[in-house]
């Protein structure tokens, strides 16, 4: 028996399952390429993919400290405001969207 003959089995059993995470990565790729371009789609020209972010504002809407957790931390809900343009013509547009992030509370600086 040589090393070929005792791997031979392990790799036919394996190439569906390396198949199906590959599958799998390259539709998530193409989906998130596709949402890409419907996201950067301009709103006036129609065209896909057009829009470049050409500034990104950040809003505090609000910040407490979970005292629930083992450790406090505290949780910054922040309003991400992106602004885009358009590549061909140059309309301008916004498109936000909140997102929650915690912080480590001895870490974060004060007055920042
Ligand atoms: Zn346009």
Redo the contacts with the bound molecule.
């Keep these: 028996m040589n090393f070929l003959e005792i791997m031979y089995p392990t790799l036919v059993m394996c190439a569906p399952i390396t198949l199906v995470i590959i599958i799998g990565i390259a539709v998530t790729a193409l989906w998130l390429k596709i949402m890409d371009k419907n996201i950067r789609a301009?709103?006036?020209?129609?065209?896909k993919a057009?829009?470049t972010i050409v500034e990104t504002e950040e809003v505090l809407l609000s910040s407490y400290v979970d005292h629930k957790r083992r450790t406090p931390v505290r949780v910054k809900k922040l309003k991400i405001i992106d602004h885009y343009q358009?590549?061909?013509?140059?309309?301008t547009w916004e498109r936000s969207f909140n997102r929650t992030e915690p912080v480590p509370v001895k870490v974060t600086p004060r007055g920042k």
């Design positions: 301009c709103p006036e020209c129609g065209r057009a829009g358009c590549d061909f013509c140059e309309h």
